[in-house]
């Protein structure tokens, strides 16, 4: 399934979007099917404007191989087909990266695909808690998790008085709202983390993948956008990737 990243959601006549959204993403993993979100669809160049840069991949998670397999359908494409390949692996700090990255272009190696691998290593939430409660210096994307957070606690700021107000139970998505505040810093810290990651090293790709987080349990759907629109801010073209766990790349294709 392939839709378009919503980036007009914010609009105040378009409320209904992240519902929609969130139900389905999560239609298509009820389903087995694979998803493929498309941001910056506009910026997607045509036929005539071919791009020299890399295709990057940020592998997260195992998804049956669909984020190479991608790669390698763009490089037959007359605009890509002149790009290299580059295979990112995020790595906490306690992870072998020498290891990590010969395990990799092993596995590309078998697969007769070619790509630089490069492994990335990213502060674990745990590891930023720790450091934050010894009085470490804040990162510059501070700014962003605090004015993420706090559009958070507004939202539900209004749905407690509305709620309060009709006397019913906080509902949202047909579901009560349990909010886990510590969850809901762990996901803000890691798409800032991994967004900072992506302007770091590929702020000049023709085109970035990355693996879908999915919609967290008991999440309204509206952190759930908050938590993308982290991860794909001044991203211009963006595949977010999440395959059915069924492996579509093998030693055999």
Same mark, same amino acid.
């Given at each position: 399934?392939?839709?378009?990243?919503?980036?007009?959601?914010?609009?105040?006549?378009?409320?209904?979007?992240?519902?929609?959204?969130?139900?389905?993403?999560?239609?298509?993993?009820?389903?087995?099917?694979?998803?493929?979100?498309?941001k910056?669809l506009?910026?997607?160049?045509?036929?005539?404007?071919r791009?020299?840069?890399?295709?990057?991949?940020?592998?997260?998670?195992?998804?049956?191989?669909?984020?190479?397999?991608?790669?390698?359908?763009?490089?037959?494409k007359?605009?890509? $087909?002149?790009?290299?390949?580059?295979?990112?692996?995020?790595?906490?700090?306690?992870?072998?990266?020498?290891?990590?990255?010969?395990?990799?272009?092993?596995?590309?190696y078998?697969?007769?695909?070619?790509?630089?691998?490069?492994?990335?290593?990213m502060?674990?939430?745990?590891?930023?808690?720790?450091?934050?409660?010894?009085?470490?210096?804040?990162?510059?994307?501070?700014?962003?998790?605090?004015?993420?957070?706090?559009?958070?606690?507004?939202?539900?700021?209004?749905?407690?008085?509305?709620?309060?107000?009709?006397?019913?139970?906080?509902?949202?998505?047909?579901?009560?709202?349990?909010?886990?505040?510590?969850?809901?810093?762990?996901?803000?810290?890691?798409?800032?983390?991994?967004?900072?990651t992506?302007?770091?090293?590929?702020?000049?790709?023709?085109?970035?993948?990355?693996?879908?987080?999915?919609?967290p349990?008991?999440?309204?759907?509206y952190?759930?956008? $908050?938590?993308?629109?982290?991860?794909?801010?001044?991203?211009?073209?963006?595949?977010?990737?999440?395959?059915?766990?069924?492996?579509?790349?093998?030693?055999?294709?």
């Amino acid at each position: 399934i392939v839709v378009r990243y919503p980036e007009i959601w914010r609009r105040e006549n378009l409320t209904e979007i992240p519902s929609t959204f969130v139900s389905i993403i999560n239609d298509c993993i009820i389903a087995n099917k694979a998803v493929v979100i498309v941001k910056g669809l506009d910026e997607w160049p045509n036929e005539f404007q071919r791009q020299y840069g890399t295709i990057d991949l940020y592998w997260i998670v195992r998804d049956g191989g669909l984020m190479l397999l991608l790669s390698q359908l763009l490089l037959t494409k007359a605009t890509f $087909e002149s790009c290299k390949i580059q295979v990112f692996c995020i790595a906490e700090e306690d992870t072998d990266a020498e290891e990590l990255k010969t395990d990799v272009k092993k596995f590309l190696y078998d697969l007769r695909m070619h790509a630089e691998v490069i492994v990335v290593t990213m502060k674990s939430w745990e590891s930023h808690v720790e450091s934050s409660s010894s009085g470490a210096q804040p990162d510059d994307s501070q700014e962003a998790y605090t004015s993420a957070r706090r559009r958070i606690s507004t939202y539900l700021s209004e749905m407690k008085e509305t709620t309060q107000r009709e006397g019913r139970p906080q509902m949202v998505d047909g579901k009560q709202v349990v909010v886990n505040e510590q969850k809901v810093d762990k996901f803000l810290y890691t798409m800032l983390k991994l967004n900072s990651t992506i302007l770091r090293y590929s702020r000049m790709a023709a085109v970035v993948l990355v693996s879908l987080p999915p919609p967290p349990l008991n999440h309204p759907a509206y952190f759930y956008m $908050e938590y993308m629109d982290l991860l794909v801010e001044n991203v211009p073209r963006m595949l977010i990737v999440r395959g059915y766990r069924r492996d579509v790349v093998t030693f055999f294709t």
